[in-house]
C-alpha cells in the first residue's frame, strides 16, 4: 500500500497564495505520475494537475496560468503552488498517487474568501 500525506491547505482571501505538499511513503518501487484533484460541495472531485514521472504536467482547464505542479522525486513528494486564488478554488484537495493501483490522500482542505 502507499500512504499519502497532504499538508499546507488553509485559509485565504482572494488573491492570494497557497503551497500543497504531497508526500508518499510505503510500497514505493517506482517514480509514478502523481496529481492534485479537488472537490467541492456537491460536486464531482476534478483534475487540478497531475505531473508524470517524466515531470510531463496535465492542468485543469480552471486552474491555467495560475497553478503549478512539480514534485521531488528524492522525496516522493508533490507539491501544488496556488496562486492568484479564487473564491472557486474552495474545495478539498486530494493528493493522488497512480502505481498499481491508485491511491488517495485524506485530503487538505482549501478556503478562498472574497
Known amino acids: 500500500q502507499v500512504h499519502l500525506v497532504e499538508s499546507g491547505g488553509g485559509s485565504v482571501q482572494a488573491g492570494g497564495s497557497l503551497r500543497l505538499s504531497c508526500a508518499a511513503s510505503?510500497?514505493?518501487?517506482?517514480?509514478?505520475?502523481m496529481g492534485w484533484y479537488r472537490q467541492a460541495p456537491g460536486n464531482q472531485r476534478e483534475l487540478v494537475a497531475v505531473?508524470?514521472?517524466?515531470?510531463?504536467?496535465i492542468f485543469g482547464d480552471s486552474v491555467k496560468g495560475r497553478f503549478t505542479i512539480s514534485r521531488d522525486n528524492a522525496k516522493n513528494t508533490v507539491y501544488l503552488q496556488m496562486n492568484s486564488l479564487k473564491p472557486e478554488d474552495t474545495a478539498v484537495y486530494f493528493c493522488?498517487?497512480?502505481?498499481?493501483?491508485?491511491?488517495w490522500g485524506q485530503g487538505t482542505q482549501v478556503t478562498v474568501s472574497s
Open positions: 493522488n498517487y497512480r502505481g498499481r493501483l491508485v491511491y
Open positions: 510505503g510500497n514505493i518501487f517506482s517514480i509514478n505520475t
Open positions: 505531473i508524470t514521472s517524466g515531470g510531463g504536467i
